[in-house]
């Protein structure tokens, strides 16, 4: 099987920095996934969102991966949000508790809703 | 506890498949694929086949990295086995390291974004939370990681286990 290495899209949705991420988020992803941060962090918005609608897998690797990202974002007192995970990425988020420090939304529309609210 | 074994065409356990493939990132995922497709006749819910396929794919990434230092020459060995109770997943690299233990430190994500620890150091943590059993053996010439799922619905069953 040909690995599907990710591609990350950055687009600005809502005052939101939305992250369209397609693909697979292991090893292989950290530059794609840290270029796309950084592009989106550089209009310093309050919310950064994950959108993981094109992902098919994550592995523990991606997960780390994850977990740098929001403890850049941390740092720089933003929210990190999540959308689209399948039922079993959510489960592996709750498993984590990366669910416990991110907002994790079905969709997009409920994410952005969501992180417009103050 | 139930005896595992070669092919038993009298209904006991049998060899679903056994196979072994480079250890070359990303074919965790090709094993985890494989292991599948070679259990699709056991009837697992779809929840319980996605558990399956990421401690697999785990398991074997650990494998390919830990134990064959990721050398394409050393392969990784699989084997997978079922009875009427259980499916066991035999995941078994050639390194000569000692044998993996399970980290004693549960990945603790607060500590991870404190910098206390590294954000690493979730793969046999997903693969604990995603088998019913995890086992890990071996001597000086190899190391086997053996994952074992109820086939009865058991403690990390379905939506549907009360």
């Known amino acids: 099987m040909p ?18 991420l397609r693909g697979e988020i292991d090893a292989f992803a950290e530059e794609a996934l840290a270029a796309a941060y950084e592009e989106a962090e550089a209009e310093n918005p309050e919310t950064v969102l994950l959108d993981f609608e094109g992902v098919d897998y994550i592995n523990s690797t991606g997960i780390a991966l994850i977990v740098g990202l929001l403890a850049k974002a941390r740092a720089a007192k933003k929210r990190l949000v999540a959308c689209n995970l399948s039922a079993h990425y959510v489960e592996i988020f709750n498993i984590t508790r990366l669910s416990d420090f991110m907002g994790v939304y079905p969709d997009r529309v409920s994410a952005l809703s969501e992180a417009s609210t103050p | 506890m139930t005896a595992y074994g070669r092919p038993d065409h ?12 480079p250890s070359e990132p ?8 494989d292991v599948a497709g070679a259990v699709e006749s056991l009837g697992l819910a779809p929840d319980r ?13 650990n494998a390919m990295e830990h134990g064959n230092g990721y050398r394409p020459e050393v392969p ?19 390194g000569g390291s ?3 233990v399970p980290d004693p430190e549960v990945p603790d994500l607060s500590a991870k974004l404190e910098g206390l620890q ?7 943590f997903l693969i604990q939370n995603m088998v019913d059993e995890m086992n890990i ?8 990681v053996e994952l074992v799922m109820h086939l009865e619905e058991g403690p990390k069953g379905g939506e549907d286990a009360s």
Do not use: C
């Not at chain 2, 009298?10 to 493939?21: A, D, K, M």
């Not at chain 2, 990303?26 to 694929?33: K, M, T």
């Open chain 2, 118 to 124: 590294t954000p690493r150091g979730w793969g046999l």
């Open chain 2, 76 to 94: 990784v060995v699989v084997e997978v086995i079922s009875s009427s109770q259980e499916l066991l997943v035999r995941i078994t690299d050639l």
């Open chain 2, 137 to 144: 053996t071996g001597d000086r010439d190899h190391h086997t």
């Open chain 2, 49 to 61: 086949m996605e558990r399956l396929k990421t401690a697999v794919a785990e398991a074997t990434m």
């Open chain 2, 98 to 100: 000692p044998v993996p």
């Open chain 2, 10 to 21: 009298g209904g006991g356990p049998r060899v679903l498949t056994e196979f072994s493939l």
């Open chain 1, 3 to 20: 690995a599907k290495y990710l591609e990350a899209e950055v687009r600005r949705e809502a005052g939101v920095a939305v992250i369209e």
């Open chain 2, 26 to 33: 990303g074919n965790e995922r090709r094993v985890a694929d």
